[in-house]
T-cell receptor, first 113, second 109 residues
């Protein structure tokens, strides 16, 4: 039982490059989330999805895009990377809604130079 | 005012000590409350949910005070392995949880 799997674990991007952070869960969870965590700070919600085909913006969506074509996968796309996007990105999922708490992936550590 | 506020610490305590963290939240309509634990450079992991009547899990006790809009976490008989950052997490009426910035605990031998 893998839970929530994120790839890659580490990545260095140059300013202006693009990349996709992958997130997959095998728990048949409906809800999935992307958070970013800057050093010494709490997690900030980027995007979330309540089911396949349905996504919505969180607190800090600018510079990111998401899609949810299947229940299992919720990739996060960074277009035109900027140094301000240097952060640790966590994907999480929950069965129904946030009242059940989340299962997190192990994170992607991204540096934009 | 932040939606979820925590004292960042660090709290430095000796092994065996009892330590308590508080967290305040701004949305009086919040219904779900959690404590998560995050080790350095790792993902957050659910420590315990917080119920209205208070709840205990081994050495950990969580309390909720709706009138004052705060939740607390009490750790008894601290172990070295309890050293981590403890995140207060609240549903703030959106479809996703809001995380506090965390309180760092360092248990010393």
């Amino acid at each position: 039982n893998a839970g929530v799997t994120q790839t890659p674990k580490f990545r260095i991007l140059k300013i202006g490059q693009s990349m996709t952070l992958q997130c997959a869960q095998d728990m048949n969870h409906n809800y999935m989330y992307w958070y970013r965590q800057d050093p010494g700070m709490g997690l900030k919600l980027i995007y979330y999805s309540v089911g396949a085909g349905i996504t919505d913006k969180g607190e800090v969506p600018n510079g990111y895009n998401v899609s949810r074509s299947t229940t299992e996968d919720f990739p996060l796309r960074l277009e035109l990377a900027a140094p301000s996007q240097t952060s640790v990105y966590f994907c999480a999922s929950s069965y129904y809604d946030s009242n059940y708490g989340y299962t997190f992936g192990s994170g992607t550590r991204l540096t934009v130079v | 005012r932040k939606e979820v506020e925590q004292d960042p610490g660090p709290f430095n305590v000796p092994e065996g000590a009892t330590v308590a963290f508080n967290c305040t939240y701004s949305n009086s309509a919040s219904q779900s409350f959690f404590w998560y634990r995050q080790d350095c450079r790792k993902e957050p992991k659910l420590l315990m949910s917080v119920y209205s009547s208070g709840n205990e899990d081994g050495r950990f006790t969580a309390q909720l005070n709706r009138a004052s809009q705060y939740i607390s976490l009490l750790i008894r008989d601290s172990k070295l392995s309890d050293s981590a950052t403890y995140l207060c997490v609240v549903d703030t009426g959106r479809r996703a949880l809001t995380f506090g910035s965390g309180t760092r605990l360092q248990v010393q031998p």
